[in-house]
């Protein structure tokens, strides 16, 4: 089956660098995307990989290595803002699979 | 600039009760979505739509139903509702015809099952 595994949680500073891991299981995706949810909101797309290596979009960067079934979302300079679950989803055709999320939490 | 429009927000059902779900994107796009998400969880896929036309399951489609309007409309019914079925609901929508599934969410609706 096809399935994606990241951590449930992570803590960091505000101001610091964190990474967040996204491993996945798969027999193809296009790409991996990468999303933010805030609590009570929707998600709101992020970053997508469609290729190896890395995509940067200001503070935000996201990596993918499809040698090694794995991605990661790095966040830089992190605000309190910043604080939310993030997703990572294989785009597998018309479908996007998804993770269960991690929420980022930010400590001042 | 709406995006992708969901309603009702809010909603509170007896059990055995049906509602429908309403979703309306005016971006286009081909692709539109239904999930729910329970606390804490990700998100899973109940149907889609790849195409006006068209519909398919998805991870969980038990008791519910999906109609494609026309391209701008999907709509989620839930026939008889069970607590279970307690959840967030986002409608999504997406341009699959070109490189990348960015899909597009809605606010929710925020259902509870009594």
């Known amino acids: 089956g096809q399935s994606l595994e990241q951590p449930s949680e992570v803590t960091a500073v505000e101001g610091a660098i964190v990474q967040i891991n996204c491993t996945y299981q798969t027999s193809g995706f296009y790409g991996l995307s990468w999303y933010q949810q805030h609590d009570g909101g929707a998600p709101t797309f992020l970053s997508y990989?469609?290729l190896d290596g890395l995509e940067e979009t200001g503070r935000f960067s996201s990596f993918l290595s499809r040698s090694d079934s794995y991605g990661y979302l790095l966040l830089q300079e992190l605000q309190m803002k910043d604080s939310a679950s993030y997703f990572c989803?294989?785009?597998?055709?018309?479908?996007?699979?998804w993770g269960a999320g991690t929420k980022l939490i930010i400590k001042p | 600039n709406a995006g992708v429009t969901q309603t009702p927000k809010f909603q509170v059902l007896k059990t055995g009760q049906s509602m429908t779900l309403q979703c309306a994107q005016d971006m286009n796009h081909n692709s539109m979505y239904w999930y729910r998400q329970d606390p804490g969880m990700g998100l899973r896929l109940i149907y889609y739509s790849a195409s006006e036309g068209t519909t398919d399951k998805g991870e969980v489609p038990n008791g519910y139903n999906v109609s494609r309007l026309n391209k701008r409309e999907f709509s989620l019914r839930l026939e008889s509702a069970a607590p279970s079925q307690t959840s967030v609901y986002f409608c999504?929508?997406?341009?699959?015809?070109?490189?990348?599934?960015?899909?597009?969410f809605g606010a929710g609706t925020r259902l509870s099952v009594l």
């Open positions: 989803a294989g785009d597998s055709n018309y479908q996007l699979i």
């Open positions: 990989n469609a």
């Open positions: 999504a929508s997406s341009e699959r015809w070109t490189e990348k599934n960015i899909q597009y």
